[in-house]
């Protein structure tokens, strides 16, 4: 258990579908981090949020939409996507501070049809 | 260049092995590093830290050499446990880079 938790688990939508991907730390961190892994590829950073505030942007397409309503949650919305999109999708959480560690959720496997 | 790069594998080694990894990184102004494990279709997690004196935890050793801009993982006593993908994260100001990960499998 590293006390980022993430729903779902699996989620298989189609282009047309509007889905949300939820995240919760229960750690006590100040930033939260959406990453996508597609198949032998290195981790892709998304979205960074320190203290709230989004502080990255990683060229991501505006079909994908972060919100981060407090420090402990940390929401992915989604919306008309595309195949290429299905990946793994991991959130995590550091302290906030200069080049800390990383603790990831359970990651939610998105598929798109 | 890949900013990390990891030989991808994957390393097949018997039970009792001793097997390394290196991870390469292009940024010489990189200050902090790590070595994560990954399990199949599961999220990473932290293995160790990677200090400038070297450290180890156990049968897991993680060496740092800035000269030539590399990172090692030593794995000695390998157990089938010790199956699973490797990754190294090598950060510069808060600009965190993941490899693509070096895949380990353990057999009996």
């Known amino acids: 258990e590293t006390g980022v938790t993430q729903t779902p688990r699996h989620l298989v939508m189609g282009m047309t579908n509007k889905k949300s991907l939820k995240c919760e730390q229960h750690l006590g961190h100040n930033a939260m981090y959406w990453y996508k892994q597609s198949a032998k590829k290195p981790l892709e950073l998304m979205f960074v949020y320190n203290f709230k505030e989004q502080t990255e942007n990683n060229s991501v397409p505006s079909r994908f939409s972060p919100e981060c309503p407090n420090s402990s949650h940390l929401f992915l919305h989604l919306h008309t996507l595309q195949p290429e999109d299905s990946a793994l999708y991991l959130c995590?959480?550091?302290?906030?501070?200069?080049?800390?560690?990383?603790?990831f959720g359970s990651g939610t496997q998105l598929s798109v049809l | 260049r890949k900013e990390v790069e990891q030989d991808p594998g994957p390393f097949n080694v018997p039970e009792g092995a001793t097997v390394a990894f290196n991870c390469t990184y292009s940024n010489s102004a990189s200050q902090s590093f790590f070595w994560y494990r990954q399990d199949c279709r599961k999220e990473p997690k932290l293995l160790m830290s990677?200090?400038?004196s070297g450290n180890e935890d156990g049968r897991f050793t993680a060496q740092l050499n800035r000269a030539s801009q590399y990172i090692s993982l030593l794995i000695r006593d390998s157990k089938l446990s010790d199956s699973a993908t490797y990754l190294c994260v090598v950060i510069n100001n808060n600009d965190m880079r993941f490899g693509a990960g070096t895949r380990l499998t353990v057999k009996p």
């Open positions: 990677v200090y400038s």
């Open positions: 995590a959480s550091s302290r906030g501070g200069t080049n800390e560690k990383l603790f």
